[in-house]
């Protein structure tokens, strides 16, 4: 079934711990998302790509790493995990950059301890 | 920074009603609107676009952009306990730096009472 994988389901994970969520699409997206979110805050965008071999830092890209070797990955990269990044992060893709729709991966829950 | 507003709700309608659903966005450049739709617990799920002023219909649903008062909304009719989830308000607008994103609303819980 076509659409976004993302893994783990769920974490837990010590402060000061590094940690990486998998994003893999194969609908052949050329634009990819990463987006936190927070009860009361919404959803709130971390990173971008616009096309593999670009990144670009969304609202709140503070404590965050991404790369994108290849269309179908994204990973995020929290390089030293703080309390303050206990969040649900999804995942998203669009077939291109721009005001095409987005959609969405089942998420990631973690929390850091 | 570019604000997109919902009433955050419980907004709770009979089963059978029609829910009305209202969003209003900052940046009077947007361009694209979006509607999703959020179990809990669960991921967003894209249930509506719309890119022109006007109504948009697709099956029970509609949605209406009013680009000169900044609001975009979505009917629900025959509204069903199904239906009952957060529904979040996206914006396509300019964020600064040649840049781009979608700003999301907080959204809108809704409730069909059976």
């Known amino acids: 079934i076509a659409g976004i994988t993302q893994a783990p389901t769920s974490q837990i994970l010590a402060a000061g711990r590094r940690m990486t969520l998998r994003c893999t699409q194969d609908m052949r997206h050329n634009a990819m998302y990463w987006y936190r979110q927070d009860l009361g805050l919404g959803l709130r965008l971390i990173h971008y790509?616009?096309?593999?071999?670009?990144?670009g830092k969304g609202e709140v890209p503070d404590g965050y790493s991404v790369s994108r070797a290849n269309t179908d990955d994204f990973p995020l990269t929290l390089a030293s995990a703080v309390p303050s990044q206990t969040s649900v992060y999804f995942c998203?893709?669009?077939?291109?950059?721009?005001?095409?729709?987005?959609?969405f991966g089942d998420g990631t829950r973690l929390s850091i301890l | 920074q570019k604000e997109v507003e919902q009433n955050s709700g419980p907004l709770s309608v009979p089963e059978g009603a029609i829910a009305s659903l209202n969003c209003t966005y900052s940046?009077?450049?947007?361009?694209?609107f979006f509607w999703y739709r959020q179990y809990s617990g669960k991921s967003p799920e894209l249930i509506m676009f719309?890119?022109?002023?006007g109504d948009k219909e697709d099956g029970r649903f509609t949605a209406q952009l009013n680009k000169a008062s900044q609001y975009v909304s979505l009917l629900i009719r025959d509204s069903q306990p199904s239906d009952s989830a957060t529904y979040l308000c996206?914006?396509?607008?300019?964020?600064?730096?040649?840049?781009?994103?979608?700003?999301f609303g907080k959204g809108t819980k809704l409730s069909v009472i059976p």
């Open positions: 719309i890119y022109s002023n």
């Open positions: 940046d009077r450049g947007s361009q694209s």
């Open positions: 996206a914006v396509w607008s300019y964020s600064g730096a040649g840049s781009y994103q979608l700003t």
């Open positions: 790509s616009n096309t593999a071999g670009t990144t």
């Open positions: 998203a893709s669009s077939a291109s950059p721009g005001n095409q729709p987005q959609h």
